[in-house]
């Protein structure tokens, strides 16, 4: 039976970063490290704060 686990990874976007660079940022790391959107914070000053989950499978010890 296999255990799962997430990995997180925290980003900031400071609020003069376009809207297309953090949709092209969030796609690369989509696409080429498997990760996966859990929160997005936008804050009332225009900075974003992201975080970003991707599965890992750990193998349990058998007998």
Do not use: C, F, N
């Amino acid at each position: 039976m296999a255990v799962l686990d997430y990995s997180y990874l925290d980003l900031y976007l400071p609020r003069d970063t376009p809207r297309e660079a953090a949709r092209q940022m969030l796609t690369e790391h989509a696409e080429h490290g498997d990760w996966e959107l859990e929160r997005l914070r936008l804050y009332p000053d225009g900075s974003r704060r992201v975080r970003l989950r991707r599965k890992i499978i750990r193998a349990a010890r058998t007998m």
